[in-house]
T-cell receptor, first 113, second 117 residues
């Protein structure tokens, strides 16, 4: 099993550019989420999905879009990159429920100049 | 209000000693799950241990145990016999459902543990 995969591992963007961070899981998990990690801030939830076709906002959704057309894939789109979006981005998946740990991808380090 | 509070930005421990990392949480739900994750310098997130709110026993996983005090809303991680490889950032997290949480996993800001030889 590959688990949760993310591409790319590293990305440098110029302000105003758009891009999509890819996330895929092969565990048939209903629940998927995107986090950003900044120094001293822990992991903050950007968007999440409880199943195909269902997405919702997390704590810091502005500037990001998501869609969930399949159970496996949950891409994160940056619409117009800003330096404030420089961060490490993690995708995670799990079964839906209180007792299930989330499995994390390896992360994408994004720098916006 | 913060849902998860980790008051220790950094902790130091001598190799082979035990260390406790503090975590307090806030929820109005009766059912919730508490998790600890480890993030070494390589960056991956590693799940360590889980405690359910209705679990009567404290969770244990090898050298990790969770000191769960429900009335105090605390879920401290205890690492016994520290090893150099335990040096990492540790995050406490909670899943609850009500108030729009919808099973979202909320993280604390983390504690950076350094194990000294």
């Amino acid at each position: 099993n590959a688990g949760v995969t993310q591409t790319p591992k590293f990305q440098v963007l110029k302000t105003g550019q758009s891009m999509t961070l890819q996330c895929a899981q092969d565990m048939n998990h209903e629940y998927m989420s995107w986090y950003r990690q900044d120094p001293g801030m822990g992991l903050r939830l950007i968007h999440y999905s409880v199943g195909a076709g269902i997405t919702d906002q997390g704590e810091v959704p502005n500037g990001y879009n998501v869609s969930r057309s399949t159970t496996e894939d949950f891409p994160l789109r940056l619409l117009s990159a800003a330096p404030s979006q420089t961060s490490v981005y993690f995708c995670a998946s799990s079964k839906t429920g209180l007792a299930y740990e989330q499995y994390f991808g390896p992360g994408t380090r994004l720098t916006v100049t | 209000a913060q849902k998860i509070t980790q008051t220790q930005p950094g902790m130091f421990v001598q190799e082979k000693e035990a260390v406790t990392l503090d975590c307090t949480y806030d929820t109005s739900d009766q059912s919730y799950g508490l998790f600890w994750y480890k993030q070494p310098s390589s960056g991956e997130m590693i799940f360590l241990i889980y405690q359910g709110s209705y679990d009567e026993q404290n969770a244990t996983e090898g050298r990790y145990s969770l000191n769960f005090q429900k009335a105090r809303k605390s879920a401290n991680l205890v690492i016994s016999a520290s090893q150099l490889g335990d040096s990492a950032m540790y995050f406490c997290a909670m899943r609850d459902f009500s108030g729009g949480s919808n099973y979202k996993l909320t993280f604390g800001k983390g504690t950076l543990l350094t194990v000294n030889p």
